[in-house]
């Protein structure tokens, strides 16, 4: 399984950016998918995830009304549109997958990270 991410960048505070990621090697139409995204000296944390068919979105609390997932299973990837983004979102965001859920740390895909640095 590959997760290919791209998109990230230097941006300002207030601007929008949107990452990719395409994968290959799964049955993308069968994967849920998700962003996590790890911030110098922290932890790797969830942002944001997207069922299978595209129905159902998660986000982590600090960034619902500003970011949104979507995935379009004829090109295998998913987006996270990132709007009206934050200095505190400067981080390493990673693309993953799950086919079983995302309870289950093990089963998880992931991609190789792409930087995103929002300056003040």
């Known amino acids: 399984v590959q997760l290919q991410a791209s998109g990230g960048g230097l941006v300002q505070a207030g601007d929008s950016l949107r990452l990719s990621c395409t994968a290959s090697?799964?049955?993308?139409?069968?994967?849920?998918m998700g962003w996590f995204r790890q911030a110098p000296g922290k932890e790797r944390e969830f942002v944001a995830t997207i069922d299978h068919h595209g129905a159902v979105a998660q986000y982590i609390d600090s960034v619902k009304g500003r970011f949104f997932i979507s995935r379009e299973n004829n090109k295998n990837t998913v987006y996270p549109q990132m709007n009206t983004l934050k200095p505190e979102d400067t981080a390493v965001y990673y693309c993953?997958?799950?086919?079983?859920?995302?309870?289950?740390?093990?089963?998880?895909?992931w991609g190789q990270g792409t930087q995103v640095t929002v300056s003040s």
């Open positions: 993953a997958a799950t086919l079983t859920s995302w309870g289950s740390e093990g089963s998880r895909y």
């Open positions: 090697g799964l049955t993308f139409r069968s994967a849920a």
